[in-house]
């Protein structure tokens, strides 16, 4: 029996929360300013769906995997509330984020295999575990399936795009807010913004794929 422990309690409840608690005041914001209503309609749906997802991820920082034990052909994920997850290997997953440049934020997705999706276990990051890659191998050496790894949260998985729409709106909200308060300089920079963050997103993956072309040019 193989035993792997999670080397610290530190967890992530404040930054959902503070996630949670910008999204409500953006809402707010948003009816109690009077904003454009085609812009409120397309705005608010986004926000409500994030902050559900948000809310999930919230409560699985509340009771974390705290250490998993390969067992006679299961996986046993112990929570921080000391309730087990027991899986047979042939109902595993995992992903990895393993980037080359980015090692420090390695994290590995501990997944349950159900007839039509995965339900997500646990999220193994390293800071929290210093053995993350000997229980990467030990995966792998059990022929535990391994599937894409995806970020967590609702914008990752529907696309940057909402993250667009969501800044736009919670732009809008704050122009209205400081035009109320006569700050017009801000209101008006406010009014006109739009972060393309799908630009940004693939700016950053073509300097990626440079950086990787010339390491590899340099081997």
Same mark, same amino acid.
């Given at each position: 029996?193989?035993?792997?422990?999670?080397?610290?309690?530190?967890?992530?409840?404040?930054?959902?929360?503070? @996630?949670?608690? !910008? *999204?409500?005041?953006?809402?707010?914001?948003?009816?109690?300013?009077?904003?454009?209503? +085609? $812009?409120?309609?397309?705005?608010?749906?986004? @926000?409500?769906?994030?902050?559900?997802? #948000?809310?999930?991820?919230?409560?699985?920082?509340?009771?974390?995997?705290?250490?998993? *034990?390969?067992?006679?052909?299961?996986?046993?994920? &112990?929570?921080?509330?000391?309730?087990?997850?027991?899986?047979?290997?042939?109902?595993?997953?995992?992903?990895?984020?393993?980037?080359?440049?980015?090692?420090?934020?390695?994290?590995?997705?501990?997944?349950?295999?159900?007839?039509?999706?995965?339900? !997500?276990?646990?999220?193994?990051?390293?800071?929290?575990? #210093?053995?993350?890659?000997?229980?990467?191998?030990?995966?792998?050496?059990?022929?535990?399936?391994?599937?894409?790894?995806?970020?967590?949260? +609702?914008?990752?998985?529907?696309?940057?795009?909402?993250?667009?729409?969501?800044?736009?709106?919670?732009?809008?909200?704050?122009?209205? @807010?400081?035009?109320?308060?006569?700050?017009?300089? &801000? $209101?008006?920079? @406010?009014?006109?913004? +739009?972060?393309?963050?799908?630009?940004?997103?693939?700016?950053?993956?073509?300097?990626? *794929?440079?950086?990787?072309?010339?390491?590899?040019? &340099?081997?």
């Amino acid at each position: 029996m193989k035993t792997f422990k999670r080397s610290n309690l530190k967890n992530k409840q404040n930054y959902y929360r503070i @996630l949670i608690a !910008l *999204e409500v005041l953006a809402i707010i914001s948003l009816f109690y300013f009077n904003v454009n209503g +085609f $812009a409120v309609f397309f705005v608010v749906p986004f @926000l409500l769906i994030d902050m559900y997802s #948000n809310k999930r991820c919230l409560n699985r920082q509340k009771n974390f995997i705290k250490n998993i *034990e390969f067992k006679e052909g299961d996986i046993i994920c &112990t929570h921080l509330k000391n309730n087990q997850t027991v899986i047979p290997f042939k109902k595993v997953k995992f992903s990895i984020r393993e980037e080359k440049f980015e090692k420090d934020q390695t994290e590995i997705e501990i997944k349950f295999k159900k007839a039509l999706k995965s339900k !997500l276990i646990g999220r193994l990051h390293i800071d929290n575990w #210093n053995s993350i890659f000997e229980l990467k191998k030990e995966l792998v050496n059990n022929a535990i399936t391994q599937v894409k790894y995806r970020p967590e949260g +609702f914008w990752s998985k529907y696309g940057i795009l909402t993250a667009d729409i969501v800044i736009t709106g919670t732009a809008m909200a704050g122009g209205a @807010l400081a035009e109320m308060n006569n700050d017009f300089n &801000t $209101a008006s920079s @406010l009014d006109n913004v +739009f972060m393309p963050l799908s630009d940004i997103k693939d700016s950053i993956e073509r300097n990626k *794929e440079k950086e990787r072309q010339e390491s590899n040019k &340099t081997k």
